[in-house]
């Protein structure tokens, strides 16, 4: 089944200490990219690869870092989470077809204390 | 200005109606543009997409494109209580990027 997987699904943890959430993708998407929502903000990109070592800004990268090693793993890092990062994090990957239509990981519900 | 801007709503229909969602961006630069539906606690998933002026129709969902104007909508024929949702647009920034602008949704309630 042709999917984008997040892990871990939730997680709540303490300002400073830092952490991952994975994303993967089976789809062999060039393409990926990590969202976060926030009530009456909608979804804002905070960073995306367009392919293997190729990585760039969105809107809101402040706080975070990413890297993509491997075509298939987009891992989101928060070297040191603030209350403020707290949100629902999406992964998503694309082909570039079809207008560069987004398939969405399920969403990381993040509470950081 | 928020570079896409939709209408919180809730847009209140009742079954069978047409529900009509609209969606306006700032950057004349946009060349795709999307509708996705959230349903509470998911994933947004792919309703159409758009990146001609006019009209695209796909079963019961018409997306229309009016890049003069800057605006993008999405009807919904015959709208089931199963289509009460979250609707996001999305447009990308620019032409030829991967930056991608979503909207902050408009939430639609299909009334039995």
């Known amino acids: 089944e042709a999917q984008v997987t997040q892990n871990p699904r939730y997680l709540i943890t303490v300002t400073g200490k830092k952490l991952t959430v994975t994303c993967s993708q089976n789809?062999?998407?060039?393409?990926m990219s990590w969202y976060r929502q926030d009530p009456g903000l909608g979804l804002r990109q905070i960073y995306y690869?367009?392919?293997?070592?190729?990585?760039d800004k969105g809107d809101v990268p402040e706080g975070y870092k990413v890297s993509r090693k491997e075509k298939r793993n987009f891992p989101l890092i928060l070297e040191s989470p603030s209350p403020n990062q707290t949100s629902l994090y999406f992964c998503?990957?694309?082909?570039?077809?079809?207008?560069?239509?987004?398939?969405f990981g399920p969403g990381t519900r993040l509470l950081v204390l | 200005q928020k570079e896409v801007e939709q209408n919180s709503g809730p847009l209140s229909v009742p079954e069978g109606a047409i529900a009509s969602l609209n969606c306006t961006y700032s950057d004349r630069g946009s060349q795709s543009f999307f509708w996705y539906r959230q349903y509470s606690g998911k994933s947004p998933e792919l309703i159409m997409f758009?990146?001609?002026?006019g009209d695209k129709e796909d079963g019961r969902f018409t997306a229309q494109l009016n890049k003069a104007s800057q605006y993008v909508s999405l009807l919904i024929r015959d709208s089931q209580p199963s289509d009460s949702a979250t609707y996001l647009c999305a447009v990308t920034k620019g032409s030829g990027t991967y930056k991608y602008i979503f909207g902050t949704g408009t939430r639609l309630k299909v009334l039995a």
């Open positions: 789809m062999n998407h060039e393409y």
């Open positions: 758009i990146y001609s002026n």
């Open positions: 998503a990957s694309s082909s570039g077809s079809q207008g560069g239509t987004q398939y």
């Open positions: 690869s367009m392919n293997v070592e190729v990585t």
